[in-house]
């Protein structure tokens, strides 16, 4: 399988707790992406790498995140001291930008419950 | 700065009606557009995307979407309505590629 895979599917977690989530993304595509889902809502970007560089960050990443793509493959997501607010589906995605027509490929996800 | 909106969050169709869902955008660049779908439990898949060129884009599962400049649309469309399009649709718009700005999505409901 060649598709983008996210670990864990769901994580329900008490608030203050921190919680890391791992993304593998298609093995050759070298740029990476983070967005966050709510309910009723379009995924909202959080940040992206273009192999081990993070070259961008949403101004909704705070202090409390952070994200690593150490080796330029897989990429963790924490959240540390986890809030209620913090609960949505945390979407992967990657990318080949030398393609013709970039376009990005999604994981499933990753659905945070924070009590 | 780019922006998309899309109108109605809930559409109800009949099988083997025309399925019309609304997008419009806002882009300080000529941009690059994208239909997305989502079925429940499942991350977000390509059902086409505009780049340049022909503005008329076709899709998979029978989709398309013209790209109208001058109305800021990307509206989508599919003639005949199967039970198996019941699912959530995001416009999405890039600025020549990569991150991508999403609508707050459509939810569709396919009756029989």
């Known amino acids: 399988d060649t598709g983008v895979s996210q670990d864990p599917r769901h994580k329900i977690t008490k608030r203050g707790q921190n919680v890391t989530f791992r993304c593998d993304p298609i093995s050759e595509h070298n740029r990476l992406y983070w967005y966050r889902q709510t309910l009723g809502q379009g995924p909202e970007f959080l940040t992206y790498?273009?192999?081990?560089?993070?070259?961008?960050k949403s101004r909704l990443l705070s202090d409390r995140f952070s994200a690593e793509r150490p080796k330029g493959s897989f990429s963790t997501l924490e959240i540390q001291r986890t809030e209620q607010g913090d609960s949505a589906m945390y979407l992967c995605?990657?990318?080949?930008?030398?393609?013709?027509?970039?376009?990005?490929?999604f994981g499933s996800g990753t659905q945070l419950s924070v009590l | 700065a780019q922006s998309v909106t899309q109108l109605g969050s809930h559409v109800s169709v009949s099988e083997g009606a025309l399925v019309l869902l609304r997008c419009n955008y806002s882009?300080?660049?000529?941009?690059?557009l994208f239909w997305y779908v989502q079925y429940p439990n499942q991350g977000l898949q390509l059902l086409l995307k505009?780049?340049?060129?022909?503005?008329l884009v076709k899709g998979i599962n029978g989709f398309e979407a013209e790209f109208k400049k001058s109305e800021t649309s990307f509206h989508l469309t599919k003639p005949s309505a199967h039970m198996s399009d019941a699912a959530e649709y995001f416009c999405?718009?890039?600025?020549?590629?990569?991150?991508?700005?999403f609508g707050a999505g459509t939810q569709v409901v396919v009756t029989p």
């Open positions: 790498f273009q192999n081990e560089a993070q070259l961008e």
């Open positions: 995605a990657s990318s080949d930008p030398g393609a013709t027509n970039e376009k990005l490929f």
């Open positions: 999405a718009v890039s600025p020549r590629g990569g991150k991508l700005q």
């Open positions: 882009s300080s660049v000529p941009p690059y």
């Open positions: 505009y780049t340049t060129g022909a503005t």
